[in-house]
Nanobody, 116 residues
Framework: QVQVVESGGGSVQPGGSLRLSCTVS????????MGWYRQAPGKERELVAT???????NYADSVKGRFTIFRDNAKNTAYLQMDSLKPADTAVYYC??????????WGQGTQVTVSS
């Protein structure tokens, strides 16, 4: 059984930083594509960033230059470093793990609130 567990959300002032973590068990993490998505109230879930098994990354235009996705295969963990946070970044952030058969596994979500 695959489990995806996020951590690291919280509240921060504009301009601050947070780091989200996502640990996967029960799946071959090192060959999975990992991604972070977010959903703000009243909006659809949107892609934030992805990282392929060999490290290539993709970012939404709204977070380029501020967010960094990276992974530690030895720890079965992916991260999202979020800097220069804005109120518009407030959302529930979800971790996604997609395996080699394109099956998607989701975490439960972690709340990020950016407010003064």
């Amino acid at each position: 059984q695959v489990q995806v567990v996020e951590s690291g959300g919280g509240s921060v002032q504009p301009g601050g930083s947070l780091r989200l973590s996502c640990t996967v068990s029960g799946s071959a993490f090192s060959i999975n594509t990992m991604g972070w998505y977010r959903q703000a109230p009243g909006k659809e879930r949107e892609l934030v960033a992805t990282i392929a098994p060999f490290g290539s990354t993709n970012y939404a235009d709204s977070v380029k230059g501020r967010f960094t996705i990276f992974r530690d295969n030895a720890k079965n963990t992916a991260y999202l470093q979020m800097d220069s946070l804005k109120p518009a970044d407030t959302a529930v952030y979800y971790c996604n793990s997609r395996d080699s058969n394109s099956r998607n596994y989701w975490g439960q979500g972690t709340q990020v609130t950016v407010s003064s």
